[in-house]
């Protein structure tokens, strides 16, 4: 059984707002783009708004598959893609001031190539068009199909390849699709990194079941497959149709993770309760790390943050 008590306070969030984000609202709607911010009703659209990064999601709003904490739509587009998009994308990104887009997809598996070269003219769109803008693809597994992935590395260029495992090995029956498998996904990380991706990165939910000592093993694992970039957050129920939360994960069990992923050769490690795949602080690492900045812990103020050395 899942938790019935309320949320603690260190997962409370204030209601997003200010300039920045009611003009992306704005833009977003006017230009008729799908972001996960919205979709996936993430709790830092505020902060990531604020700061010039968004997650925006092309090939459609429907999922062909149903996992178990996903409030994304499912069902079957039919093969349907709009063959416009990537170069719509791209144009509405060039009148936005933003410094960096994940370039996020539902999965297709009603598409021959799950659509890899979808993923890959719209980030060649977004580059021609937007040569400042960094762009990380956080794609789907392809179904497992190596020239796919190899597809999105080699036609797109993506500065990051992104590929989430979700959950811990022995929980991906309960919270994934039965499409999906932890193995194919550590696979669809390896195979971006032997086709040339610069950063790899992933990201994994707790709180739903798990022990630490699940995720320590996950994490090795990752690391075996040379991922570069690891988020791990917690685990927030859409609504009751979905798999409930097992637990709420203390901070300072994030602070553990943290620690142990940077220990374990992780470039950068978000942990916390409120960290997604897509997040301001991993995303703040990866611009400084991708321009050329140095990039270091630091402990002022009584508090480790990360910051760009200047």
């Not at 938790?3 to 977003?28: C, I, M, N, Y």
């Not at 199909?145 to 036609?155: F, S």
């Not at 994030?254 to 916390?272: C, T």
Request: with cysteine.
């Amino acid at each position: 059984m899942g938790l019935t008590e309320r949320k603690p306070d260190w997962l409370k969030v204030r209601l997003p707002g200010g300039e920045q984000h009611a003009r992306l609202t704005s833009t977003f709607r006017r230009l008729g783009l799908h972001t996960v911010c919205e979709e996936a009703r993430c709790p830092n659209i505020g902060e990531c708004w604020r700061e010039g990064t968004a997650t925006i999601m092309i090939l459609g709003d429907v999922c062909t598959r149903g996992c178990r904490f996903c409030a994304v739509t499912s069902g079957n587009p039919g093969g349907v893609v709009d063959e416009s998009e990537p170069a719509h994308v791209a144009n509405a990104l060039a009148q936005m001031q933003l410094a960096y887009v994940v370039l996020t997809m539902v999965d297709r598996d009603d598409l021959p190539d799950g659509g890899a070269a979808h993923v890959a003219r719209t980030v060649s769109s977004i580059h021609a068009r937007c040569p400042d803008l960094l762009v990380e693809t956080l794609v789907g597994d392809f179904a497992g199909a190596a020239r796919d992935i190899e597809t999105v590395i080699h036609n797109g260029k993506p500065d990051v390849f992104a590929h989430n495992v979700e959950v811990v090995p022995g929980l991906q029956r309960k919270m994934r699709d039965a499409r999906c498998s932890w193995e194919r996904s550590v696979n669809t990380l390896r195979v971006a990194r032997a086709a040339g991706a610069a950063v790899t990165k992933s990201s994994l939910m707790v709180g739903c079941g798990e022990t630490e000592a699940d995720v320590r093993d996950a994490m090795e694992q990752l690391r075996q497959a040379e991922v570069d970039v690891l988020t791990i957050g917690q685990y927030l129920r859409p609504s009751a149709k979905y798999a409930p939360v097992v637990r709420y994960v203390e901070p300072d069990e994030f602070e553990r993770y943290k620690a142990l992923g940077l220990e374990l050769g992780f470039r950068y490690v978000a942990a916390g309760p409120l960290v997604r795949s897509s997040y301001r602080a991993a995303e703040a690492f990866l611009k400084g790390m991708l321009r050329g900045a140095p990039v270091r812990y630091s402990d002022r103020y009584g508090k480790k943050r990360l910051e760009v050395v200047s």
